[in-house]
């Protein structure tokens, strides 16, 4: 759950979930892994407070700063995890949002979701939008990152619209 998106990620997420489910609810501590995996894998949006998902997950090792070197590291990893898992979720339902609801509804301050959607669209992890910074508007553009490009005509209207936007806005 630490690692970045992607489809082998998913793939060995439903594999645990599959082969290991008794192992999964064997005790309250692991209950609590086994919620994290089914959220990971919906389309729904994951509560982010960062002190309760801290307090859920500082049980198991990767968490524990006696236990493991790095502790600090995996848990600010695995909370921008929760914050980009709620970003591509938004991502199915929204065409274009405004940048403060998109903060609110993936639980983060405007400056965090507008750096997390930055990253994703940079690094093409599922989530293809561009930012309106004097608008405050994201666009989220249909099918995943890398999808085929609009045609000319499309880009020269979008453009002359655009010029003409701003000619309007100077005048």
């Known amino acids: ?85 709620n970003i591509r979720t938004i991502q199915l339902y929204y065409a274009r949002i405004r940048l403060p609801r998109l903060a609110q509804l993936a639980g983060v301050s405007v400056e965090l979701a507008e750096k997390e959607l930055c990253d994703m669209v940079v690094k093409k992890t599922g989530v293809a939008a561009k930012i309106n910074r004097m608008q405050g508007l994201v666009v989220f553009k249909k099918g995943t990152a890398g999808a085929s490009e609009k045609s000319t005509n499309e880009a020269l209207n979008e453009w002359n619209y655009d010029v003409r936007s701003m000619l309007d806005k100077i005048e």
Not at 13 to 33: C, F, H, M
Not at 53 to 77: C, D, M, Y
């Open 1 to 85: 759950m630490l690692s970045p998106h992607s489809n082998e990620k998913v793939d060995l997420l439903n594999i645990v979930k599959a082969k290991y489910p008794r192992e999964l609810d064997a005790n309250s501590a692991t209950q609590g892994l086994a919620r994290f995996l089914t959220r990971f894998l919906s389309t729904e949006l994951l509560p982010f407070e960062a002190a309760q998902v801290e307090a859920q997950v500082s049980v198991f090792e990767p968490f524990i700063e006696g236990k493991t070197e790095h502790a600090q590291l995996h848990l600010q990893e695995f909370l921008r995890q929760l914050i980009q898992h």
